[in-house]
């Protein structure tokens, strides 16, 4: 023991800072959240009372709904955006340099920015209406953010607008991996560009897919600030309701529905790495 | 016959990468637009889609209001110390990462994306509740404390896989050549590694620039820039809002734009590889 410290002391004293501050104050509060959604007052034991509070509530189990539908949509539109996107960066073309540039702009973008914008897009009297309008496409103007299905689709849109750049970046990078000498002996044993495609392309990018997929997946289930923003508490998600919640006053109940995200995320990772994945994309290396 | 359906993907290539471009770049024109236009252009039910009648008008009430600075200058403050201890607490460690085994390097970094994993609600209502007893709410130094909590992990994750690239060889010549750890660490790693430390400062500099739920919890009086934006996108304040969330945008265009050259993917994958 003493050896190891005397040959180590440098690096030890090196990681030391950072491992207090992230025990202390990211996986103390974890507990600490954890433990207060099975407390209640006046008891000092654990109860599963807040639990069954919170599961009787209509709006939070709406808002466990809106999160897994905004999630499930939005992973699967901005992968298929986001591939085509790339595939198209990865061709030779005049002005590509300019493309990039645009297409990863919004990257910088703060959401609390895209969230804004979003609200003179999607307003009543916002310039998608107009435009809409000005096509002769629509008569009246359509409230997007009123509620429903057409709400959680302008949430979607928002997210995608502020994610893509970095799902573009990612996958951009996977393709650009994959060597050139293989897309050539499928052309001489005369595939064609689909079959290339589906055979090679994609199997090839499964690592960089399944990491866009976990990383995309874990941000998509904690949406908060662009739900805050664009639809208040009208439409709750897990977050926002955690969040309203705690506003009230009501920490065990905040607590609570924190906590259920945190298993609805830890659940949905589980299912992708044994069921869909199984192992093969993703490895620590 | 043969070139007709690649000249047609050709023009579904075109019209895709325009309809990209425009849908990327239109937001950030209208949000500029409206800052600049008069009421009568917006408020109404047909708003326009040219600038007809520039305006100084919002951007003269919110200068001269004294609602920008202190928020514009609490948020500079907390973004530049979160930058400066983050890479303090974290370029060391991740550098001691990336030399360990195997099996202590894939733990450590599970347990960052573990972290990572736990809704930021959950987070910071423990922080909030504990800041409360420190008399922590509402300060620079509570708030730099909760913006770390993010940017730590994230920060690592670029910064082990940077230490990870330079080899070990280069260290192990220069304890040859009779260098002790810390003049190696001196003349060898920290040369090697400070272009990837640059950019991750800056990244961690801007998502602490940008944050806004640890502000939400943490303040109660003085807000940061985009808790500002928020107050007026609840008061439905259009102009201020469109105001106020260019000038946060601002700063972080021009650092993206000028790190576009280093933005590079495996930042981003950090340590965890296919």
Same mark, same amino acid.
């Given at each position: 023991m003493i050896k190891c410290l005397r040959k180590y002391w440098l690096e030890i004293l090196l990681i030391i800072p950072m491992t207090i501050y992230i025990l202390g104050f990211t996986i103390l509060p974890i507990f600490q959240s954890i433990v207060m959604s099975f407390r209640s007052e006046g008891n000092m034991g654990l109860t599963m009372n807040n639990y069954h509070m919170l599961f009787n509530k209509p709006q939070f189990l709406e808002s466990i709904g809106n999160t897994m539908f905004v999630t499930v949509v939005s992973l699967c539109y901005q992968l298929v955006l986001a591939l085509l996107i790339a595939l198209a960066l990865k061709q030779s073309f005049k002005g590509r340099g300019i493309v990039r540039a645009i297409v990863l702009m919004?990257? +910088?973008?703060p959401t609390m920015v895209s969230g804004v914008m979003a609200l003179y897009v999607f307003g009543t009297s916002g310039y998608l209406n107009e435009i809409l309008f000005r096509l002769h496409l629509v008569s009246t103007p359509i409230n997007?953010?009123?509620? +429903?299905m057409r709400s959680l689709f302008v949430i979607v849109l928002a997210d995608t607008w502020k994610v893509l750049p970095t799902l573009v970046l990612l996958l951009l990078a996977g393709l650009e991996s994959i060597p050139e000498t293989v897309y050539e002996a499928a052309k001489i044993d005369g595939a064609s560009s689909v079959l290339t495609f589906f055979h090679v392309t994609l199997p090839l990018l499964k690592p960089s897919i399944t990491m866009s997929i976990l990383f995309r997946a874990v941000d998509a289930f904690r949406i908060f600030e662009l739900p805050q923003i664009l639809v208040g508490s009208s439409i709750p998600f897990v977050a926002t309701y955690s969040y309203e919640e705690y506003s009230a006053g009501n920490l065990a109940i905040s607590a609570a529905s924190s906590t259920v995200l945190l298993v609805m995320i830890l659940l949905f990772t589980w299912f992708y790495m044994k069921v869909i994945d199984r192992g093969e994309g993703f490895n620590v290396t | 016959m043969s070139r007709n359906p690649r000249k047609l993907g050709k023009i579904f290539l075109v019209i895709g990468i325009v309809l990209v471009c425009f849908c990327m770049i239109a937001p950030l024109y209208l949000l500029v637009k409206v800052s600049f236009s008069t009421p009568w252009e917006v408020n109404t039910a047909h708003p326009t889609l040219l600038l007809h009648q520039p305006t100084l008008k919002h951007w003269k009430q919110v200068l001269s209001s004294?609602?920008?600075f202190g928020p514009f200058w609490k948020s500079l403050v907390v973004a530049t110390c979160t930058m400066v201890l983050a890479t303090v607490l974290v370029a060391p460690a991740s550098y001691v990462i990336s030399r360990t085994s195997r099996k202590i390097r894939a733990t450590y970094i599970l347990v960052l994306f573990f972290t990572k994993m736990f809704p930021v609600v959950g987070i910071a209502l423990p922080i909030s509740v504990v800041f409360l007893k420190w008399n922590l709410l509402d300060t620079n130094t509570g708030l730099v404390l909760a913006h770390l909590i993010g940017q730590v992990p994230f920060m690592a994750w670029i910064l082990v896989s940077t230490f990870g690239s330079i080899p070990r060889d280069l260290e192990e010549a220069a304890f040859i050549d009779g260098c002790t750890k810390m003049m190696a660490l001196r003349k060898v790693v920290i040369p090697l590694a400070v272009q990837g430390i640059a950019v991750a400062g800056l990244y961690v500099w801007l998502n602490s620039w940008n944050e806004f739920t640890y502000a939400l919890y943490l303040s109660l009086t003085t807000k940061t820039l985009p808790l500002e934006v928020y107050y007026y996108v609840q008061r439905g304040g259009t102009f201020q809002m469109a105001a106020y969330a260019t000038i946060l945008a601002i700063p972080v265009i021009i650092i993206t734009f000028v790190m576009q050259k280093y933005l590079r993917s495996d930042y981003l994958s950090g340590a965890v590889k296919g």
């Open positions: 919004p990257m +910088g973008i997007w953010t009123v509620g +429903g | 004294g609602n920008l």
